[in-house]
């Protein structure tokens, strides 16, 4: 097992309960669907019973808020999902809900609370509240239970007006309770509340909120990472510490990570945190996402290697990564192409880590290339928030430790991001009093040299893995080959597309600082790049096999990319119009 980022996956944070015996309540074995595609949600039923499922989430693009199956086709659709489902054998099927709804879903008679927001001390606000679920519930009356998110809602609960509830964590308290007095009480379903946070001050309320419920039938769901998933990111510290019965949130569906259109193909890295959660005592599950929108499904595709991890190591926490490759690739396509088809795999996570990633932090817009101005990207989802000390150790023929903020950030980010008033402050503010960060452009040819090498990296590990899938071709039949040759040649166009244009991008940004940073060697790299960008996104565009579509929309990149080659060539107005010149200019 490589040293680079998982090493952030190893460390167990202090806090964990110290209990040895598990609370007494069924093992959950949960998928969660996420697309409205009907025919890959009927197919992804289909093969629950193969992998022991007990419990099914409709979620998104079916049903993110409770009150849209008042329209007619959306509850039309849970209900057929959860007819099929049940028929299928998985006996709890949940759908997602998030409270308070946006303000204007409430009468105005109940805001009558400063700046018309609700007056939650007013008994006739909660009398409507919980018939409006009963009514929901009733038009949806197979469903198990639901799946509540009640932080960051729209109507955020605790910017409601009380005089009797003093603090935010016992107005989401009140919210969750009045939820539970309907689901668990009077209907006798499930209910369980999912926790997310991006500080730690979040985290505080979060916990703060859980501490004030008063129904003991409120189960956990908590992500498999802080805030959001990425790979670079430390196990929730949280999970497993809280007295309640907790399931575990995998999005092996891999939202930021390539959504299964490219080769998410890591059950090492899914044992790596699954065997530490398993263990604790408050864990009695998991729920595993099962795609990322429209048909980006993982069942029936290489990518489905990650539901087998978890339901292989659930079964047996023996079970190695190397069983998991054995035993999938065997099954799926035989033992003879196992040889070739395995080390593929394995490079996956390398590619996507240095493509998809830069220095140890994810530089992708939910999988898609965006640099700039995607801020988030240097602050909200830096994993160094989540680390003490915020360092990480980049392989990827770097080979060398960073500092997540003073060094990665400071260089990466562009300077609008970095002031006092910028996404930083908010998301981390800590690295604003500690002045880890400037205001300041500072991109150097030094980190430039870095992240080249690392793009380079995910280009050569994408054409030895496309590389193994040829060699493999008379081992697979020819439609398995066709799956897998098209899933890592996507794969080796992007790490190709990336390494282009994070080479145009970021040297563009040093030589925008001045003619004192314009060498030679700069010169001659950013045209380079360029050139190689062209030839990458002509590459994507005109890719006409059949592919996948999820919130990223695969081809667009390409678009993306020529619009960074005409901003850097014409004159980019966040740094100062400067205009590279090309060659033949």
Not at 187 to 194: A, C, G
Not at 219 to 227: F, S
Not at 299 to 326: C, F, M, S
Request: charged share 25%; glycine share 4%; proline share 4%.
């Amino acid at each position: 097992m490589k040293k680079q980022f998982y090493i952030l996956l190893t460390a167990i944070l202090a806090g964990f309960s110290s209990c040895s015996k598990k609370p007494d309540y069924a093992q959950i074995q949960g998928w969660n669907i996420l697309s409205d595609s009907y025919e890959d949600a009927l197919v992804t039923i289909a093969a629950a019973k193969d992998y022991h499922i007990n419990h099914l989430q409709l979620s998104h693009s079916i049903v993110m808020d409770l009150r849209e199956v008042k329209e007619k086709e959306k509850q039309e659709l849970v209900n057929d999902l959860t007819e099929k489902a049940h028929r299928a054998g998985i006996a709890e099927v949940v759908a997602w809900d998030h409270a308070l709804y946006k303000l204007d879903y409430y009468p105005d008679e109940f805001k009558t609370g400063p700046n018309n927001t609700i007056d939650l001390d007013n008994p006739a606000f909660w009398t409507w509240f919980k018939n409006d679920y009963r009514e929901m519930l009733n038009l949806v009356p197979q469903i198990d239970g639901l799946v509540l998110t009640f932080i960051e809602t729209g109507a955020r609960a605790e910017n409601q007006f009380s005089q009797t509830l003093k603090t935010g964590p016992e107005k989401l308290a009140a919210v969750v309770d009045a939820v539970a007095d309907v689901v668990c009480t009077e209907y006798r379903k499930k209910l369980y509340i999912r926790t997310f946070a991006y500080t730690d001050a979040e985290y505080e309320n979060t916990i703060g909120c859980i501490n004030h419920i008063q129904n003991q039938e409120v189960i956990l769901m908590m992500k498999e990472t802080p805030h959001d998933f990425f790979l670079t990111h430390p196990n929730d510290q949280y999970a497993g510490t809280i007295k309640r019965p907790t399931i575990i949130e995998f999005d092996t569906g891999n939202e930021f990570n390539g959504q299964g259109i490219i080769a998410n193909t890591w059950p090492e890295y899914v044992l790596n945190r699954w065997s530490k959660y398993a263990r604790l005592p408050n864990i009695i599950g998991y729920v595993a996402r099962t795609d990322r929108y429209r048909d980006t499904r993982l069942v029936g595709t290489p990518n489905e290697i990650l539901l087998y991890a978890l339901k292989r190591y659930t079964a047996d926490t023996t079970v190695t990564a190397e069983n998991i490759y054995d035993e999938f690739l065997a099954n799926k396509y035989g033992q003879a192409a196992v040889p070739l088809v395995k080390p593929a795999f394995k490079l996956a996570f390398d590619i996507v880590t240095s493509t998809l990633y830069t220095l140890g932090t994810n530089t992708a817009n939910h999988s898609s290339l965006n640099y700039d101005p995607y801020k988030s990207s240097y602050a909200r989802h830096v994993s160094g928030k989540w680390l003490n000390p915020p360092v990480v150790y980049v392989n990827h023929k770097v080979n060398r430790e960073f500092h997540y903020w003073k060094e990665v950030v400071e260089q990466l980010a562009p300077a609008r991001f970095k002031t006092s008033d910028g996404p930083i402050l908010t998301e981390a503010p800590f690295v604003i009093r500690n002045s880890w960060v400037t205001d300041r452009e500072c991109m150097t040819e030094e980190y430039l040299r870095y992240v080249m090498t690392e793009k380079a990296y995910g280009v050569e590990q994408a054409e030895k893995a496309l590389e193994l899938i040829r060699q493999a071709q008379n081992t697979l039949s020819p439609d398995n080959y066709n799956t897998l040759h098209t899933l890592f040649e996507r794969t080796l166009l992007t790490a190709r597309l990336h390494e282009a244009t994070a080479a145009a991008y970021w040297g563009y940004r040093i030589y925008a600082r001045g003619e004192a940073f314009q060498t030679p060697w700069l010169n001659e790299t950013i045209t380079q790049a360029l050139e190689r960008l062209k030839t990458a996104s002509a590459a994507v565009e005109q890719y006409e096999k059949p592919t996948p579509v999820g919130q990223w929309k695969w081809h667009s990149d390409a678009r993306k990319a020529n619009e960074y080659y005409e901003l850097i060539t014409s004159g980019w107005s966040e740094y100062n119009n400067v205009k590279f010149p090309l060659a033949a200019e």
